[in-house]
């Protein structure tokens, strides 16, 4: 709706939040995760 | 790590079946197991609800979609539980009952929930929550226990949406797990037919010296929280969609 996702290469560790409504689950939030870990001081 | 933040943008592929199918589903993080009791934070108020559960492996964390009725102490009695995605975080919306040394109890809905503190509070020292204050807990799932990420506070002035059984109608008082709150009515507000033992769901004003003013009142229903998070690996991805493998459940 007027937006573009990035196109996320296959394999990608994500973190993704969504809604639904009527039955469409709509992407509000999409966090790349890296692959080294990390502290996770959030 | 770095962050994509898109607004209402574009649709996930969703191939969990049963989540477009359940009309009352209610959907939720576990930050609490008891025997035959899980404890879900739901939605983006993060307010707790009680659901009575077959003995299954649920672990905290677990974010899950149930279906099922709520009885009339406020707990859902699940028909159907599924397991949709695990978190490490969730945000929990309450009331500070107790403070401990490292701890706080928090109320929310018609629970009680112990938060682990990152550091000891000392009793005479300001630092940390205050009994009787308001606000929003961000906690990490840490073996098996809840510790606090960060806390909002509400403001005072603030409105609060609460959820409990009606002890009396006058006066107003409403038990959260046991722990009644006074709430006061405005003159001049006619409250609805209201009995006692029924669970209700308050908008309540906070003001100092921990004093409720009703703002509304209603009949708590099932919600049909909306919200879902999930994490996984990219399977397929393209300007409108992407689809994740969330650990058995596709989205």
Do not use: C
């Not at chain 1, 509000?28 to 990390?38: A, F, P, S, V």
């Not at chain 2, 477009?20 to 009791?37: D, L, Q, W």
């Not at chain 2, 099922?68 to 009331?95: E, F, Y």
């Not at chain 2, 409990?164 to 046991?178: D, I, Q």
Request: no cysteine; net charge positive; aromatic share 4%.
């Amino acid at each position: 709706m007027g937006y573009q996702l990035p196109v996320i290469a296959t394999g990608t560790f994500v973190e993704a939040r969504g809604v639904t409504i009527n039955g469409v689950l709509t992407l509000t939030r999409l966090k790349i995760e890296d692959d080294d870990g990390g502290g996770g001081d959030g | 790590m770095k962050w994509t933040a898109l607004l209402a943008v574009a649709a996930f592929l969703l191939a969990v079946g049963s989540a477009s199918a359940a009309p009352k589903a209610i959907k939720g993080t576990v930050v609490a197991k008891r025997a035959h009791i899980i404890v879900l934070t739901t939605g983006r108020k993060g307010l707790a609800v009680k659901v009575r559960v077959a003995p299954r492996r649920v672990r905290l964390g677990d974010r899950v979609s149930v279906v099922g009725k709520r009885l009339r102490n406020g707990t859902i009695r699940a028909s159907r539980l599924h397991v949709l995605s695990h978190v490490k975080k969730a945000r929990i919306r309450g009331m500070v009952v107790k403070r401990l040394a490292h701890a706080v109890r928090v109320a929310s809905g018609h629970s009680v929930l112990t938060i682990h503190t990152r550091s000891a509070h000392a009793a005479s020292r300001h630092d940390g929550e205050e009994k009787g204050e308001l606000g929003e807990f961000e906690v990490e799932f840490e073996h098996g226990d809840l510790v606090e990420d960060d806390f909002t506070p509400v403001s005072p002035a603030g409105t609060v949406e609460i959820e409990g059984v009606l002890v009396s109608v006058s006066p107003l008082v409403v038990s959260l797990e046991g722990l009644p709150i006074e709430i006061t009515v405005p003159s001049g507000m006619t409250l609805p037919p209201l009995t006692p033992g029924q669970e209700v769901e308050l908008f309540v004003q906070a003001g100092a010296g921990n004093t409720f003013t009703l703002v509304s009142i209603g009949k708590a229903d099932n919600e049909d929280e909306n919200e879902v998070e999930a994490k996984g690996t990219v399977t397929s991805s393209t300007t409108s969609q992407i689809t994740i493998d969330a650990g058995g459940a596709r989205r």
